[in-house]
């Protein structure tokens, strides 16, 4: 079976992201270390944007980003914890590819691994977004680790025609720095 060059690219710039030890312009970004309400996960963020927080008996969340800037190439993070039960295999990803379907993102590229002590499930989509009426690209990240309850999902989104490096990066970081608490 023959993989098709785009596939291989997509997936050389996966492990690039996963691999390289990144310079995200650290004097200008400083990351600080955030605790959702409940206390179920960690995760370093950039100080200077702006957080909003969110919680129910069986979610919590974080939802951050750069305010100075327009949201043409903004970095919108969104991580979560649910206590819902996740399995990382295909029928995940045919779900994630259902789910993208219905906002008008397609999916680019997807992979499972780890990444740490979590198993994960990576997706990377990409569309027009209606509603911004401008281009949309998502990554998206399923963390599970089998000691502790519930799961982690983190969505990081970009509006624009191009994703720059360092936003890339940016996003390989961040999810490098999630932490489930027992």
């Given at each position: 079976m023959r993989i098709p060059s785009f596939k291989i690219s997509a997936l050389l710039i996966l492990i690039l992201m996963f691999s390289c030890n990144t310079d995200i312009k650290k004097s200008e970004l400083k990351m600080v270390n955030v605790i959702d309400l409940n206390g179920k996960f960690q995760v370093k963020l950039p100080e200077n944007w702006k957080k909003e927080f969110n919680t129910t008996e069986s979610s919590s969340g974080i939802i951050s980003s750069d305010?100075?800037?327009?949201?043409?190439?903004?970095?919108?993070?969104?991580?979560?914890?649910?206590?819902?039960?996740?399995?990382?295999?295909?029928?995940?990803?045919?779900?994630?590819?259902?789910?993208?379907?219905?906002?008008?993102?397609?999916?680019?590229?997807?992979?499972?691994?780890?990444i740490r002590a979590y198993r994960t499930s990576f997706n990377f989509s990409s569309g027009y977004d209606s509603t911004e009426k401008m281009q949309?690209?998502?990554?998206?990240?399923?963390?599970?680790?089998?000691?502790?309850?519930?799961y982690i999902l983190m969505t990081a989104t970009i509006f624009g025609d191009s994703i720059l490096t360092e936003q890339s990066e940016l996003v390989a970081e961040i999810v490098k720095t999630i932490k489930m608490n027992k």
């Open positions: 305010t100075a800037r327009e949201l043409k190439n903004k970095v919108i993070i969104n991580v979560n914890w649910n206590l819902d039960t996740v399995y990382i295999n295909p029928n995940l990803e045919q779900t994630l590819d259902s789910l993208n379907a219905t906002v008008g993102l397609k999916t680019q590229m997807q992979k499972s691994g780890k949309r690209n998502q990554y998206l990240y399923v963390l599970k680790k089998d000691s502790i309850k519930g």
